[in-house]
């Protein structure tokens, strides 16, 4: 169930601290009524982790609602790229070369496309993303050697962390290579990253609750 009034007082601290905030509401792992429900309530981005289960929630609902937009915010596998630009208009999880040279297989579809590499803010090792080290080159790979239309980054900080101070550092990571558009905070730190310029806050338990078995 999607929680309307949470949605709102989400909306009231993004318009009183940072209104270029946006909300991405994740829906992985609820079913298509409480995507509805979101609908109904004003939300028009939403992120998905798994391209099959995409396909089968939003298909139809993109058809029907125009400005809708549907965002990979999950791990990409090589194989399901092609299925996933046909459905997904923002991937944030942009994070090996391998990915980049499948993507650019299809270069008629990457126009409207666009993309945030994902950062391994951390170092963990359970953890996907480019090393802030190796970032810079990752960029230009993917920028002017691919034409990718890289927009910005994104990261999930260490649990047991502080994330301002990672929220920070991706802010400083992006704006010393020209990128200014960040996807970073989760239900847990949304509050911080709305405060530190977040162009996506990733929100799905404080919105859907608990996830289900679909």
Known sequence: MFDH??????????????KLSKIVAISKNHPKTSV???????????????????????AELLKKYSDI????TGPLQTNKVKQAL?????????????????FSKYPDML????????????KEETKSGVHPENLN???IYCKNKKQLNIIGLMCIPPISEDSNFHFDLLKRMGRKIGLNRFSMGMSNDYKEAINLDSTYIR??????GQREKL
């Open 86 to 102: 046909d459905i997904f208009s923002v991937f944030h999880t942009l994070d090996r070369e391998k990915l980049v040279n499948e």
């Open 203 to 208: 929100l799905g338990t404080v919105l859907f």
């Open 36 to 58: 509805l429900e979101a609908i109904a309530a004003g939300v028009r981005v939403f992120g998905e982790n798994r391209v099959q289960e995409a396909e089968i929630k939003f």
């Open 5 to 18: 009034k949470k949605y709102e007082e989400i909306l009231e601290y993004i318009r009183k601290n940072n």
């Open 137 to 139: 080159d990752f960029y």
């Open 69 to 72: 937009s549907l965002h990979l």
């Open 111 to 122: 126009a409207s496309k666009e993309f945030f590499i994902q950062v391994n803010i951390g």
